[in-house]
């Protein structure tokens, strides 16, 4: 994959292949900062578009932030009428749409907000790679929110399996999934849907309910009391971020349309888990159990296995490994350092500034 790019040097002609140019959306946040330092790492031109409601200044890679080799960070938001700019500007060949509303009880408090953000959103960002050219569009789609209550009997959701989502995020996954594969019809764009099981691994939040590992890592290092919802018999699919990167290239890399599950096909309840992160931090403590949240499903698992046969993806970071990385990731003074650094350089110029250079030619 790549364009061939014909240039001149010592009066000869040489052909060099330049990497095609990826936009990503919520390239400040946890995956999607994730996904956007491995592009970078394999020489990607990167364009970040994110509005840092959730995402933070010191996630986006440094090579963006600076500008080098075609990268370029915007702050604006997906819903933004002038989207359309970044599209003529920069002509990305293709997007990963990570930006989003993520939070599963907000979208019940206020489902509007939810599908203003992840529906609207997302259709605006659709157009805007339909007209701009786009080769093909990869979305972060959840399976621990599509598919709903895993029945009783059964152990994971297979590929195929009936999509019944209890929450308004979920419903916005499955609402614009049906846009990609509608576009895929009308306009011929290309589409992979990744659907995450439940990610972690380092920069996730903790601020908000659904980093339950970096949650109660956070608490082991600050020694405060963890709550578990419920019995801790509740169940999850852990799948770790790096794999998740890994099955965004593949999705990048090959040539296929559909729907993907990224999980493990594992599930571990909350005091598994709990257990897990007892061991890797060597420190002993007791939980604190409180009634269960409404909303919850009780069990959630997924089966990749045509993720495997199609795209030859497999998870490859186990749980307590995953984990241990997060306590690392933790404690890294040279990570602290850095994300210091990040700051400064970012708020010499405000990225809206930035945006606006970008766009309109002047500060
Ligand atoms: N974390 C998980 O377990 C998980 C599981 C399944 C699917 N997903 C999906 O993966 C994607 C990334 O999730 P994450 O966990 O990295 O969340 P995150 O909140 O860390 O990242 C989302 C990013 O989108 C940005 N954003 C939010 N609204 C925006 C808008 N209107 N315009 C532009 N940018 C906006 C935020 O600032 C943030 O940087 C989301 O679409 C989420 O639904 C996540």
Redesign the pocket.
Known sequence: MGRRIICYSRNRMEETTAKPKILV??G?????SHLVDHLIEQGYPVIV???????RPSYINPVVLKEEHGSRFYQ????DHELHRVFDLEKPDYVFH?????DLRLSVLDPIHDID?NII?GVNLLKNCIYGGVKKIIF???G?AIYGELPPGVEKFPHNYTQAPVSPYGHSKVVFERHLEYSNDAYGIDYVALR?A??YGPR??TSRE?GVISIFVQNFLNKQESIINGDGSYTRDFVYVADCVDSCMRALNTNVNGVYNVSTGIRTSINELFNVIVRVSGNHQEPMYRAVKKGDVAHSSIDYCVTKDVLGWEPQVALEEGVRRIFEWNTDPVRIQNAHDNTVLYTTLSPHQRCRHWLHGSY
């Open positions: 959306t919520g400040a946040g946890f995956i999607g578009l994110d509005n840092l409601y959730a995402g604006m938001d997906i819903r990570f930006a989003g509303q993520i953000i959103g972060a789609s959840s621990g995450f439940n990610v996730q939040e659904c």
